[in-house]
């Protein structure tokens, strides 16, 4: 394997180094922020087939760093590769039930375009065929057609939605609900760098003495994966509920965000089917998804990663 260390001022930048010296096939094994920019460790594998151990929930990682793939970065890297992988994740990560929303409402948090509103959708969903009515609250007055995307789910569902865009209507809304009634609050996208946004999160919250989930798509950079998840926490969140984790091959952006915050991996958004489109996340669970992401590359099989 050819290594190299790559310098830039933004990533972009380094990506295209990378590109321009190691050529696509090349692979990220870790990167960090310097004072200057970005500093980015890039590899290049040899044309010979990986070898890999065969997928079973016991697998070990003793011979070829298989996590190498996913893009985590090494210090994460090195504590899962001690023992079965299962086992690992479950030391290294938290895995914790998702709260329904019963005692405190449960507020979705997350970037613009994370999947918030489909993922509220299907929490509604799961509680009403559970036998529960939740009450749904949406705070995003902002996005186009936001509120009609929402009311169209529980319209189907039979359950009440509330539109509350500020902190002191959320807590009107919320004298609604009645006593044990779950309580399901949909926000608009979040950029927690930003000072506004941030503070106006923290009131919604401070009003509805939710538990903050933070909803983030699962294939993004784990760099900057670590910095959301970090920045979200600060606001409150405790909990990382993952979506599009069928359509990502990388996983390293979710392990890195679960450890950055640190926040307890809880479900994950699986498809955009509304009744059956959560899956609960478990170390041996997620294992299996990394591990067969990562034979599918090597065998080029391009199958379906399990669902």
Do not use: W, Y
């Not at 997350?110 to 929490?123: C, F, I, M, S, V």
């Amino acid at each position: 394997m050819r290594l190299k260390l790559f310098h830039a001022s933004t990533m972009a930048e380094a990506m295209a180094q990378i590109r321009a010296e190691l050529g696509n096939d090349a692979i990220i094994l870790e990167q960090r922020r310097t004072r200057h920019g970005v500093e980015v460790t890039a590899a290049l594998e040899p044309d010979e087939p990986l070898l890999i151990q065969p997928l079973n929930n016991g697998a070990s990682f003793a011979q070829a760093g298989p996590l190498d793939f996913h893009n985590i970065p090494a210090s994460l890297a090195h504590a899962l590769h001690r023992g079965p992988l299962p086992q690992s994740l479950a030391e290294n990560l938290i895995f914790a039930a998702l709260p329904r929303g019963q005692e405190r409402p449960l507020l979705l948090a997350g970037p613009p375009g994370a999947g918030k509103t489909l993922t509220t959708a299907k929490l509604t969903a799961r509680l009403v065929l559970s036998g529960m009515a939740p009450l749904v609250i949406t705070t995003d007055g902002q996005r186009a057609g936001a509120v009609e995307q929402l009311a169209a789910f529980t319209r189907v569902l039979g359950v009440t939605l509330a539109v509350a865009p500020t902190p002191a209507m959320l807590a009107k809304a919320l004298t609604h609900r009645s006593p044990g009634q779950p309580v399901l609050i949909d926000t608009a996208g979040c950029d927690a760098f930003n000072k506004e946004q941030a503070q106006q999160l923290r009131h919604l919250v401070s009003h509805s003495l939710a538990d903050m989930i933070l909803v983030l798509p699962a294939g993004l950079d784990p760099a900057e994966s670590a910095d959301v998840a970090r920045a979200f926490a600060a606001l409150g969140a405790q909990h990382l509920l993952p979506t599009r984790l069928d359509a990502a091959r990388r996983l390293g952006g979710v392990l890195m965000a679960a450890k950055a915050g640190p926040l307890a991996l809880t479900e994950a958004g699986i498809g955009s089917e509304v009744a059956d489109g959560l899956e609960t996340l478990t170390p041996e669970g997620l294992a299996s998804r990394l591990l067969s992401a990562v034979e599918d590359r090597a065998s080029g099989s391009g199958k379906e990663s399990p669902r």
